[in-house]
């Protein structure tokens, strides 16, 4: 039995907006109309009018134009972009009318009308607007039908209906994204399994499972936030790895990007020992590109992975060692770039995160002088290996200050301190990009506090300070609290008319982050002792 020619199917048209009148005219006309800009509400009408012409015809009726406009009509409805669509509530109504249309083309060719023709295309139509219906588990349950039903057809003799990698991919697809169904990933690692079960029984020879199809599993089981994800994501590459070496099935390749998955499926487990397996597989994807395995040579977000781990142990169980950890992880990809290497290409946000383990390691001697050197190594990497994606903002500069207000021990070592962090807040003054906002007043402000030994000269600084922070209008309550513990009661006084910060004016505070807002009502709420801290 051929398969039907797609080529030559004619397309139609509406003479009028209100009724939709078949014509025959060139696909290309149609598919205008389809993606025109009309209101939504009247794209639907289109649509459905067209529908119900053929669907309420007696059976064995139809002609061979209205015949030919069927699988227009079912790709029309199961790819129409969402502004024609049909919200969540006309999901069903979608897959209902392409399902319908399906179902006339096989009643047609059962009452003898031997043009009909369902192939491959119409079923995976139908596959795609269930998975697009917003059903949830209920349209993967029936996409799995529908592929199902192919390929029992398929196996009885039907070869216009043999599934492809389409509707496998549709299938799966529709599981990964069912929300409501808490063992959807299991679901559809079931069909990749039998995918990848006939296409070595050679039972479809279309049924060969690629990367791609692996894909949205792995990201099903990361995102899943169940306890056995991220274990469930590592056994799925290892059954890519088996599949590509063992089975010599070439198209599916262990990737980067399957690794990478595996590794954000550990860090957002919360699992206390994630830093530890993440660090060992992304030795693993170093080890084997070494050996020549570029497929899964560590990327950039690969080492952004990595570094994102070492969070827990410095900001929750002050590990002493994190931010060590982390500023060598940063060290091996600034060199591999370096070294020509695009791939691993910095950005801004790595280095912020290194900036700001190096700032939360107070226990470390000298720890404000390795957050700036983070910082100068951005700087360079910006300013001379002109990398854009590298340039500096606010809160590396803010990250740095912080790192030398929080620094302990004698006068001398509180003053270098001091003198790192006006000479980090001139700089960050310097540049449009990264500009002091609330927060690097505020931490400023707190170095004023407690790295000046000198009374006049932390109020003779606070002073000017105090103007430069109101002119911005990034007054903040944090920087308001600190100004109180830098400076002197009649200072004080002076700088605020003895006015709380509510009576303050709003020009002062113009500028103030929402954030900081949601953080000032959360200290006004605290103990008094704990509102001086960052």
Known sequence: MPKRSRSSTSAFLTTTVISAALIIAAPTRSHAYITSGLPAHTHRAFLRKLTDDICNQSIGSLSPEEMSTCPMLMSAWATAPEKLNLSSDNGRERALAVEGL????????????????????????????????????????????????????????????????????????????????SNAPARA????????????????????????????????????????????????????????????????????LCFNIVMSSWLKSGDITSEKRIRQIFEYMESSSNKG??????????????????????????????????????????????????????????????????????????????????????????SEEKVRKCRPDVTGYTSVIAACASTYGTVREKRRSFDMAHLTFMESCAEKYTQPNDVTYGVMFKAVGRLLNNSDEQDKYARTLFKLCCDDGC??????????AAVSKSVYEELTGGRSYEELPGEWKSNVTRRQKKFDVKKNSGKKGNQLRP
């Open 475 to 484: 007054l903040g309550e944090m920087a308001f609290m600190r100004v109180k």
């Open 102 to 181: 399906l179902k006339r083309m096989i009643d047609e060719r059962r009452a003898g009308n031997t043009e009909v023709i369902a192939v491959t295309e119409d079923y995976n139509a139908v596959m795609k607007a269930w998975s697009m219906s917003g059903e949830g588990s209920k349209a993967a349950v029936r996409a799995e039908q529908i592929l199902i039903q192919m390929q029992d057809l398929y196996a009885a003799g039907d070869i216009n209906v043999q599934p492809n990698p389409e509707s496998f991919q549709i299938a799966i697809e529709a599981w990964t994204s069912a929300s409501d169904e």
């Open 189 to 256: 690692q079931q069909i990749l399994e039998w995918m990848s079960s006939i296409y070595k029984s050679g039972t479809n020879d279309f049924a060969k499972p690629d990367t791609q199809c692996f894909i949205p599993v792995l990201k099903a089981w990361a995102s899943s936030r169940k306890l056995e994800g991220p274990i469930m994501a590592e056994h799925l590459v290892m059954r890519m790895q088996q599949l590509q070496y063992q089975e010599e099935i070439e198209s599916v390749k262990s990737t980067t």
């Open 293 to 382: 395995n570029i497929d899964i040579k560590p990327d950039a977000g690969s080492y952004n992975i990595v570094i994102s781990s070492i969070s827990p142990a410095v900001k929750k169980y002050y590990d002493m060692g994190g931010a060590r950890r982390a500023d060598k992880i940063l060290a091996r990809l600034e060199k591999g770039y370096l070294s020509g290497d695009d791939r691993l290409r910095p950005d801004s946000i790595i280095y912020n995160q290194v900036i700001d383990y190096w700032a939360k390691t107070q226990s470390v001697r000298g720890h404000f002088m390795k957050a700036r050197d983070v910082l100068d190594r951005q700087v360079k990497m910006f």
